[in-house]
Nanobody, 126 residues
Framework: QVQLVESGGGSVQAGGSLRLSCSVY????????MGWFRQAPGKEREGVAA???????TYADSVKGRFTISQDNAKTTLYLQMNSLKPEDTAMYYC????????????????????WGQGTQVIVSS
C-alpha cells in the first residue's frame, strides 16, 4: 500500500518562505507521478505543481515564479519550495501520487491522482 507523508507546513508572514516535504512509502518513488495540491476553506482542491517520472514539471499560473517543485537526488522525497508567500496561499497542502500517467494537460487535475497524503497546513498572515 502506497503512503504519502507530508511535513513542513506552518505559519509565516506575507513575503516569507516555507518548504514542504512529501515522503513516499510502499512503492518505488521512481514509478509514481506526483503533484502538490491545496485546498482553502470553502474552496475546491486545486493543483499547484506536478512532476512526472521523467522530470517534466508544470505549475499553476498563480504560483509560477514563486513555488518550485523538486525531488532529492535519491528520488525518495518530493519538495515544494514556496517563496514570496501571500495570504491567498493559505490552505491545506496535499501531496498526491498516481502510478498511471496523467493525460496531457491534466497534470493539475485532482481526479488524475488516486493516492493522497494527510495534508499539512500553511497559514500566511498579512
Amino acid at each position: 500500500q502506497v503512503q504519502l507523508v507530508e511535513s513542513g507546513g506552518g505559519s509565516v508572514q506575507a513575503g516569507g518562505s516555507l518548504r514542504l516535504s512529501c515522503s513516499v512509502y510502499g512503492y518505488a518513488y521512481s514509478s509514481v507521478y506526483m503533484g502538490w495540491f491545496r485546498q482553502a476553506p470553502g474552496k475546491e482542491r486545486e493543483g499547484v505543481a506536478a512532476i512526472d517520472i521523467g522530470g517534466y514539471i508544470t505549475y499553476a499560473d498563480s504560483v509560477k515564479g514563486r513555488f518550485t517543485i523538486s525531488q532529492d537526488n535519491a528520488k525518495t522525497t518530493l519538495y515544494l519550495q514556496m517563496n514570496s508567500l501571500k495570504p491567498e496561499d493559505t490552505a491545506m497542502y496535499y501531496c498526491a501520487a498516481t502510478i498511471y500517467p496523467p493525460s496531457p494537460g491534466t497534470w493539475l487535475l485532482r481526479d488524475e491522482y488516486n493516492i493522497w497524503g494527510q495534508g499539512t497546513q500553511v497559514i500566511v498572515s498579512s
